[in-house]
């Protein structure tokens, strides 16, 4: 449903320490995900994706869980440091709902406490 | 590659004044993205552009707004007229698009402020 205002949860995490931001999705149909990071004042910034055929991908100090049977995605952050202070998106691209049309979630702010 | 270019970064209008946001997409990009981000809504795309042509503008929100893509370097996006909830930071974005899903890379947005 939509949202009457949006407060973003907050994560606030030691650096050093890992993260992990959750993330629900909506539409069992959607196949590609993909986690995006924006910093204040700036542009999303890609950061991992995943498909549909995937439960886990990794990148660099990041992977990305996928639980297709819950709706559930997750970022995890490794070692965590200030410069990955940011809010988190997750976007979710339905198949055969234009393939172009991703849908994002509400965002999670990190917070890292140093 | 100097990434997405959009201009102006910051407009502050008059209710009912005409705002054109401009974006440059990443050369060689075949998809361009209009979004908006707002606290109440979060992050909505408004259309995108596939080699030009407008493919999807369902997420346009009334006939106030306009976009076009005259070239495969420059797209617009008009208000007109402005009104205060048209407020908002407006991002663009550009993806390759050969194969299907590409990463969208966004601009550093404009943010719109309509008095």
């Known amino acids: 449903g939509e949202s009457v205002g949006l407060h973003l949860p907050t994560l606030s995490v030691q650096e050093g320490d890992n993260s992990i931001i959750n993330c629900a999705y909506s539409?069992?149909?959607?196949?590609?995900f993909i986690w995006y990071k924006q910093e204040s004042g700036k542009g999303p910034q890609f950061i991992i994706d995943i498909r549909s055929n995937m439960d886990k991908r990794q990148g660099q100090r990041v992977t990305v869980l996928l639980n297709k049977t819950v709706k559930h995605l997750s970022l995890q952050i490794a070692a965590t440091q200030p410069g990955d202070s940011a809010v988190y998106f997750c976007?979710?691209?339905?198949?055969?709902?234009?393939?172009?049309?991703?849908?994002f979630g509400t965002g999670t702010r990190l917070k890292v406490l140093a | 590659d100097a990434g997405v270019i959009q201009s102006p970064r910051h407009e502050v209008t008059e209710m009912g004044q005409e705002v054109t946001l401009r974006c440059k997409p990443i050369s060689g990009h075949d998809y361009l993205f209009w979004y908006r981000q707002t606290m109440m809504r979060g992050l909505e795309l408004l259309i995108y552009f596939n080699n030009n042509v407008p493919i999807d503008d369902s997420g346009m929100p009334e006939d106030r707004f306009s976009a076009k893509m005259p070239n495969a370097s420059f797209s617009t996006l008009k208000i007109q007229p402005s009104e205060p909830r048209d407020s908002a930071v407006y991002f663009c974005a550009s993806s390759l698009g050969r194969w299907g899903r590409e990463t969208q890379y966004f601009g550093p947005g404009t943010r719109l402020l309509v008095l």
């Open positions: 976007a979710e691209n339905p198949a055969g709902s234009g393939t172009y049309k991703y849908i």
């Open positions: 539409n069992s149909a959607s196949d590609y």
